[in-house]
């Protein structure tokens, strides 16, 4: 009962950290690209104040305060429901889930507050994000190319764009894409967990109270 339970937590845990831990790299990136220099390297390393100014223009419009929440909960919801969904096929916790007729709301509360907190979480980043875009965008593009794009998303092709843009992550065809990419790289990480189990295993049976600290 404990070996079973123990590797579907660990394989839950698994295919959660490593989209969270990319998310996190990237995000970490963005902050470090945004994060003014206090010493540029060169004349180079300091953006230009006539693109800042343009593309917080850009930005304003691409990511508006007032749809903070919305764009979050576009952002965030799919890749989570992906998680969700690759967990349930789990054949093992599916025999857990029926095995105990209460197991299943446990679980169903568990992937609700997963979501409630991880939408909760891009809320509260979500001007960072907007920081960071400025950023990025003042630095990959010119003036004129910023006031081109601004141009196009003020027309009503570009604000249909930015309404539906975020939406394309939920789309059915990229929802598929996402949830099989999961899929196979939980496969690929299934012999790499059960390696790690049983090296933990060994070394636990061979580690003295001493080697731990424990008197």
């Given amino acids: 009962m404990k070996t079973w339970m123990v590797s579907a937590v660990l394989a839950a845990g698994m295919a959660v950290a ?14 470090v690209a945004a994060a003014p ?9 300091a953006l230009d104040p006539a693109r800042l100014e343009a593309a917080e223009q850009l930005i304003a419009v691409m990511i508006p ?10 952002y965030t919801r799919p890749t989570i429901n992906a998680v969700a ?3 349930n096929n789990n054949e093992t916790l599916k025999h857990s889930l029926r095995s105990n007729p209460r197991a299943q ?4 509360r568990f992937l609700s507050r997963v979501v409630e907190q991880s939408i909760a979480h891009m809320v509260e980043r979500m001007p960072g994000l907007a920081a960071a875009s400025v ?5 990959q593009f010119d003036v004129p190319q910023l006031e081109d794009l601004l141009t196009f998303m003020r027309t009503p092709s570009g604000r249909t764009y930015s309404e539906r843009a975020p939406q394309l992550m939920a789309d059915p065809a990229i ?6 990419g999961m899929a196979a790289q939980q496969e ?14 060994e070394l636990a049976a061979k580690t003295t109270p001493d080697e731990t600290g424990q008197e």
């Fill in 135 to 139: 950023q990025a965008y003042a630095r």
């Fill in 175 to 180: 929802a598929a894409w996402t949830r099989n």
């Fill in 37 to 45: 220099s206090a010493e540029p390297d060169s004349a180079e390393d």
């Fill in 188 to 201: 690929r990480l299934s012999p790499l967990l059960a390696d790690f189990t049983r090296e933990m295993t």
């Fill in 105 to 108: 709301a446990v679980f169903d």
């Fill in 85 to 87: 969904a690759m967990i």
């Fill in 18 to 31: 490593v989209p969270a831990a990319a998310h996190e790299a990237a995000a970490e990136a963005s902050r």
């Fill in 65 to 74: 305060l007032e749809r903070y929440s919305e764009l979050a909960d576009a």
